[in-house]
């Protein structure tokens, strides 16, 4: 496995910030007061509270996994603590047809107030572009706290997600009955068995990523059971007909005394259909509450042909979520499974240089793909190319685009027909981009349930 570790200082990060006074370091996961100095700075940073000590432990936990780096002022009041935060690490990324693809996730992006406009924020961003290639990822990912931030580095948005509320007092359940049962468990029993979960869970749905240590454990209560919030935490777990674990939720009920509820739940985890089906029937038809709040899910639910009244459901807070950005359009494009056959050559553009050329995406009927450079030669003796399949001329279809639009259709979440409309693709031949909406399709709307 990559140990995001060995990759050295970028040295264009290293000179570009020395030369406006700063220091840029990778903290060592050994160094204790290092960790705990950078982990106050990226809360500092988000606006969130002093982390309590098993907060802390949590926290440190995660950030010795990661390639953490940092941004000093030695002139500073606190110069122990950096001015900005960085921090990234290898991560699968699911993609259509059920598989995963090698990516570099980016979290922990804060630059101090006191020290904005002064490229800092683009150093760091760029050097995990070269970092992101060091580690032999096909594209890079984050989860975006502001829109109009990222879209310089080649960042697009590629899956959304939303806040589904459920009017309680309108939900009457006419879905199908599911053949297994759920069952209240205590989060402590769950825990051995949610990191499994939550894979197949993952692998179903594109834009979902690798969950890492610790994560599942803040979401079930289990960082410091004995606070007030973490005993609120409710879990039920759903058994199909064999008794295997096929998913399960966590939830709070909130209310004033001696008024109706609402529920709200931050995790829904769910690797079948039928899973899925029952946990939200559990959810919907909880008594003495008046609403249902389920953060981060997919903006194509099927919990509306799931009731009687489907405008019980609304959804709230829609948005980009997962932003993307293609690193080695080869290896990504190669990675998915496709809608439909047909050959599409793709003119990309990127400013950045990381994913610029001219790509011939040839698609056989089973869905997969081969990837080439539109430049790559073949082998005249043997009509073949170089991988092997038989020689054939350029693609007769094209688009002209940006890399920050091969991210956004990338998933299947956004219709190159649709960008071509605002402007941002270009048509280089009629039927291309028809081809395009047909070869990027998926039969599932990519979705990512969690932020990072």
């Given at each position: 496995?990559?140990?995001?570790?060995?990759?050295?200082?970028?040295?264009?990060?290293?000179?570009?910030?020395?030369?406006?006074?700063?220091?840029?370091?990778?903290i060592?996961?050994?160094?204790?007061?290092g960790?705990?100095a950078?982990?106050?700075?990226?809360?500092?940073?988000?606006?969130?509270?002093?982390?309590?000590?098993?907060?802390?432990?949590?926290?440190?936990?995660?950030?010795?996994?990661?390639?953490?780096?940092?941004?000093?002022?030695?002139?500073?009041?606190?110069?122990?603590?950096?001015?900005?935060?960085?921090?990234?690490?290898?991560?699968?990324?699911?993609?259509?047809?059920?598989?995963?693809?090698?990516?570099?996730?980016?979290?922990?992006?804060?630059?101090?107030?006191?020290?904005?406009?002064?490229?800092?924020?683009?150093?760091?961003?760029?050097?995990?572009?070269?970092?992101?290639?060091?580690?032999?990822?096909?594209?890079?990912?984050?989860?975006?706290?502001?829109?109009?931030?990222y879209?310089?580095?080649?960042?697009?948005?590629?899956?959304?997600?939303a806040?589904?509320?459920?009017?309680?007092?309108?939900?009457?359940?006419?879905?199908?009955?599911?053949?297994?049962?759920?069952?209240?468990?205590?989060?402590?029993?769950?825990?051995?068995?949610?990191?499994?979960?939550?894979?197949?869970?993952?692998?179903?749905?594109?834009?979902?990523?690798?969950?890492?240590?610790?994560?599942?454990?803040?979401?079930?209560?289990?960082?410091?059971?004995?606070?007030?919030?973490?005993?609120?935490?409710?879990?039920?777990?759903?058994?199909?007909v064999?008794?295997?674990?096929?998913?399960?939720?966590?939830?709070?009920?909130?209310?004033?005394?001696?008024?109706?509820?609402a529920?709200?739940?931050?995790?829904?985890?769910?690797?079948?259909?039928?899973?899925?089906?029952?946990?939200w029937?559990?959810?919907?038809?909880?008594?003495?509450?008046?609403?249902?709040?389920?953060?981060?899910?997919s903006?194509?639910?099927?919990?509306p042909?799931?009731?009687?009244?489907?405008?019980?459901?609304?959804?709230?807070?829609?948005?980009?979520?997962?932003?993307?950005?293609?690193?080695?359009?080869?290896?990504?494009?190669?990675?998915?499974?496709?809608?439909?056959?047909g050959?599409?050559?793709?003119?990309?553009?990127?400013?950045?240089?990381?994913?610029?050329?001219?790509?011939?995406?040839?698609?056989a009927?089973?869905?997969?793909a081969?990837?080439?450079?539109?430049e790559?030669?073949?082998?005249?003796?043997?009509?073949?190319?170089?991988?092997?399949?038989?020689?054939?001329?350029?693609?007769?279809?094209?688009?002209?685009?940006?890399?920050?639009?091969?991210?956004?259709?990338?998933l299947?979440?956004?219709?190159a027909?649709?960008l071509?409309?605002?402007?941002?693709?270009t048509?280089?031949?009629?039927?291309?981009?028809?081809?395009?909406?047909?070869?990027?399709?998926?039969?599932?709307?990519?979705?990512?349930?969690i932020?990072?």
């Amino acid at each position: 496995m990559f140990d995001p570790h060995s990759i050295p200082a970028d040295p264009t990060a290293v000179n570009v910030l020395a030369g406006r006074g700063f220091e840029y370091r990778q903290i060592d996961p050994a160094d204790e007061a290092g960790l705990q100095a950078w982990v106050q700075a990226e809360t500092r940073g988000f606006h969130h509270a002093r982390p309590e000590a098993p907060e802390m432990r949590r926290a440190l936990q995660v950030a010795r996994q990661r390639n953490v780096r940092g941004v000093y002022d030695l002139s500073a009041h606190d110069a122990h603590l950096p001015v900005a935060t960085i921090d990234g690490w290898p991560s699968g990324l699911s993609v259509p047809g059920g598989r995963s693809v090698d990516a570099w996730a980016v979290s922990g992006v804060t630059v101090s107030p006191t020290h904005r406009r002064r490229g800092i924020a683009r150093a760091l961003l760029e050097a995990q572009l070269r970092y992101a290639k060091e580690a032999g990822a096909a594209l890079a990912m984050l989860t975006a706290t502001e829109a109009t931030i990222y879209g310089r580095f080649g960042f697009s948005p590629a899956a959304s997600a939303a806040t589904v509320h459920v009017d309680r007092r309108r939900a009457h359940w006419i879905g199908p009955e599911s053949p297994g049962r759920v069952q209240f468990v205590e989060p402590a029993d769950l825990i051995g068995k949610a990191p499994a979960i939550a894979r197949r869970a993952v692998a179903r749905t594109p834009g979902e990523i690798d969950r890492w240590p610790g994560m599942l454990e803040r979401h079930l209560g289990l960082v410091d059971p004995s606070t007030r919030e973490s005993r609120a935490v409710r879990v039920a777990r759903y058994d199909d007909v064999a008794g295997q674990t096929q998913g399960f939720v966590a939830f709070r009920v909130v209310r004033q005394p001696d008024e109706p509820g609402a529920v709200e739940c931050d995790l829904f985890v769910a690797a079948s259909d039928d899973a899925e089906r029952a946990l939200w029937r559990f959810l919907v038809e909880q008594d003495f509450v008046t609403e249902i709040r389920v953060r981060l899910r997919s903006v194509d639910e099927p919990l509306p042909w799931l009731l009687e009244d489907p405008r019980a459901v609304s959804l709230h807070e829609v948005g980009d979520h997962l932003w993307l950005r293609i690193i080695d359009p080869v290896a990504a494009l190669s990675a998915r499974e496709y809608g439909a056959s047909g050959t599409l050559t793709l003119e990309v553009g990127d400013p950045l240089r990381h994913a610029a050329g001219t790509f011939v995406l040839d698609v056989a009927g089973d869905g997969r793909a081969e990837v080439r450079p539109a430049e790559e030669t073949t082998d005249a003796a043997a009509g073949q190319f170089r991988s092997g399949r038989r020689s054939r001329p350029q693609a007769a279809h094209g688009l002209r685009l940006d890399a920050r639009e091969l991210a956004s259709i990338y998933l299947g979440g956004t219709r190159a027909s649709v960008l071509a409309r605002a402007g941002r693709i270009t048509e280089l031949a009629p039927g291309s981009l028809a081809l395009a909406d047909r070869l990027f399709h998926a039969p599932r709307t990519p979705h990512l349930s969690i932020w990072f």
